[in-house]
């Protein structure tokens, strides 16, 4: 990855706005800052959520709170706990989010 163009800053996540996303079952609170072409999210799922599609888009994300169900679209299936990450690339292999317990995300992309 190859960060260009911004400048040193903070965010302070608490006066950052939420937007509510629907999962197939619960929903995600995502705030969310935009640095050029860079998506940086702290995501909240409700317990129960199961995502509605299948991303292909490449994240760096990490566990904060709670437990991150992530199966892959060839059958794989990971669970992150708090301090665990995963990262995959844009279009490397489909996967698709679920939590029973909810989860606390930060997320770049």
């Given at each position: 990855m190859q960060i260009t163009g911004i400048p040193f800053g903070t965010t302070d996540w608490a006066s950052v706005e939420k937007?509510?996303?629907k999962g197939e079952t619960g929903s995600?609170?995502?705030q969310t800052r935009q640095f050029g072409d860079i998506r940086v999210r702290m995501v909240e799922y409700t317990p129960g959520y199961l995502?509605?599609?299948w991303c292909v888009k490449g994240h760096i994300?990490?566990?904060l709170e709670g437990?991150?169900?992530t199966e892959l679209e060839?059958?794989?299936v990971f669970v992150l706990k708090p301090g665990m990450s995963y990262q995959v690339a844009?279009?490397?292999e489909p996967h698709r989010s679920s939590t029973a317990v909810g989860?606390?995300?930060f997320i770049v992309d």
């Open positions: 937007t509510d996303h995600a609170t995502w995502a509605d599609h994300l990490l566990c437990e991150l169900t060839d059958g794989r844009d279009k490397a989860a606390k995300l």
